[in-house]
């Protein structure tokens, strides 16, 4: 579709009809335990990239992205450690230039803060998108101890994937499914990916 920047993730952008609209925000969920990180890394391949991260380490973040065998950008990767990440996740978006990519990895950290700060972040964020012509993905980890303001992150973003990763007795199986897309024209069918050296679907068995 034209006006649509490629993911670099070619099963996401030959599925989202060329890739994701300037200004889009996503929500990436995913299980701790899953290799949800090396879509994220594959993002980078695409344009120039803003890599927050809120846990890691910007030279375990490096490293990681340097070690994998998938086609790589070389983000700007900057780790925040401040006791505000809201604003210095701010400072950091502000700056963004126009055609990025924009990923935090992770939300969980920023979702804990101030229900009302947390919220100006995002509208103010989406408006950053937009004046940009920027994609944010915003990698969202689950867990039993759900931050607060994760509701709050859904609700506002313009699309949410979502990783599933079944563990069976011979075998684990990785499923991407896109439960909302306000662009339009998201599959509607759970995509089986590979998730080893880079993201590709999985051709070993029909997809379902």
């Known amino acids: 579709m034209a006006g649509r920047l490629k993911t670099g993730v070619d ?3 030959r599925k989202l009809d060329g890739g994701l609209p300037p200004g889009c925000t996503v929500a990436y969920t995913a299980s701790p335990a899953s290799q949800s990180e090396l879509l994220l890394y594959q993002l980078t391949a695409a344009r120039g990239t803003l890599y927050i991260s809120t846990e890691r380490s910007d030279d375990a973040i490096r490293h990681s ?33 126009d055609g990025a990519n924009l990923i935090i990895d992770t939300m969980d950290v920023i979702e804990r803060t101030d229900v009302d700060a947390y919220r100006t972040f995002l509208s ?18 689950e867990s ?20 599933e990763t079944n563990i069976g007795a011979t075998e684990l199986e990785n499923f991407l499914t896109i439960p909302k897309f306000r662009a339009g024209g998201a599959p509607t069918e759970r995509i089986k990916l590979e998730l080893a050296n880079e ?10």
């Not at 604003?87 to 502000?94: C, P, Q, T």
């Not at 103010?124 to 980890?141: F, P, R």
């Not at 931050?147 to 949410?160: E, F, G, I």
């Open 11 to 13: 099963v996401l952008d």
């Open 65 to 97: 992205i340097e070690s994998t065998q998938a086609r790589v950008g070389s983000p700007t990767i900057r780790h925040i450690t401040g006791d505000d990440p809201i604003e210095d996740a701010h400072r950091l978006v502000s700056a963004l230039p």
């Open 124 to 141: 103010d964020l989406k408006t950053q998108m937009l004046e940009t012509g920027s994609i944010a993905v915003l990698h969202c980890l």
């Open 144 to 163: 039993d101890q759900v931050p607060r303001n994760r509701s709050t992150t859904l609700h506002m973003v313009d699309a949410v994937f979502n990783l």
């Open 199 to 208: 993201v590709e679907i999985d051709t070993s068995r029909d997809i379902a």
